[in-house]
């Protein structure tokens, strides 16, 4: 097999490809693309579980427990316990976060506009929708 065959290799390509694009981008606003995943999660839903968002993410427990104390200390989230569960947690940004997500998913946006360009507009949206139904979303 080709690697112009291999649907691994051509994901991986491109997704090493973004996310070095997406880290760059993401200095200027003193993160990195380790908290892009849990900041665009919570952007979408905040005061969801840590549990709840390790799954959306895709992480481990352990490493979102890692990105969560990281996010905390640059005072992105805050975590409240659950009344009825000790051992759970909910997630909610801070108002510093909030105010950063605009300019930030703009960039994100800016991204995928650079790398979709090349396609027509057909071919992005179908591009899309496969990307969605092999992940199924």
Excluded at 27 to 47: H, N, S
Excluded at 58 to 80: C, E, H, K, P, W
Excluded at 130 to 136: E, P, V
């Amino acid at each position: 097999m080709d690697r112009s065959e291999s649907l691994g290799y051509l994901v991986s390509h491109l997704n090493v490809s973004l996310q070095n694009e997406l880290n760059e981008r993401l200095r200027r606003y003193d993160l990195d693309i380790k908290v892009w995943p849990v900041l665009f999660t919570l952007w979408q839903e905040e005061g969801i579980t840590q549990t709840e968002l390790s799954k959306r993410c895709d992480v481990a427990s352990y490493t979102m427990t890692r990105l969560l104390d990281q996010m905390q200390n640059q005072g992105l989230i805050t975590r409240f316990q659950e009344l009825d569960n000790r051992r759970a947690f909910k997630i909610f940004l801070t108002d510093a976060a909030k105010a950063m997500e605009q300019d930030v998913v703009c960039e994100a946006e800016r991204i995928n506009d650079k790398f979709l360009q090349l396609l027509s507009e057909y071919e992005q949206r179908l591009f899309m929708r496969l990307l969605n139904k092999i992940n199924r979303l």
